[in-house]
């Protein structure tokens, strides 16, 4: 069982930037792909990012290619997204999750953080 934890939240400016970590107490993280996704009310959960096990590959939503990047510390135990240049409608919560394929589909992933709400105001 792997329990992921997002932190790094807020409220900024359009044109700002937050950075958004995924940390586990558990050790396994290191064997897992870790991706990033976003849900606002009413609508499906969508993909942000992804990074694999070891943080070679990566890929992104054409919504934030550019300005969004994904890294991970396997050492620490954290998958951290940058967010820059944010716009409103990069408001949502966000969610950490991680799984045994690297995929865009959430519900190819079996490990969810609780969330993390970020807003973003023009």
């Known amino acids: 069982q792997v329990q992921l934890a997002e932190s790094g939240g807020g409220s900024v400016q359009a044109g700002g930037s937050l950075r958004l970590s995924c940390t586990t107490s558990m050790n396994t993280l290191s064997s897992y792909n870790v991706a990033w996704f976003r849900q606002v009310p009413g609508k499906e959960r969508e993909f942000v990012s992804v990074?694999?096990?070891?943080?070679?590959?990566?890929t992104y939503a054409d919504s934030v290619k550019g300005r969004f990047v994904i890294s991970r510390d396997n050492g620490r135990k954290t998958v951290t997204l940058q967010m820059d240049n944010l716009k409103p409608e990069d408001t949502a919560v966000y969610f950490c999750?991680?799984?045994?394929?690297?995929?865009?589909?959430?519900?190819?992933?079996?490990?969810w953080g609780q969330g993390t709400q970020v807003t973003v105001s023009s």
């Open positions: 999750a991680a799984g045994s394929y690297f995929q865009t589909l959430s519900t190819r992933y079996m490990y």
């Open positions: 990074i694999n096990w070891n943080g070679v590959r990566s």
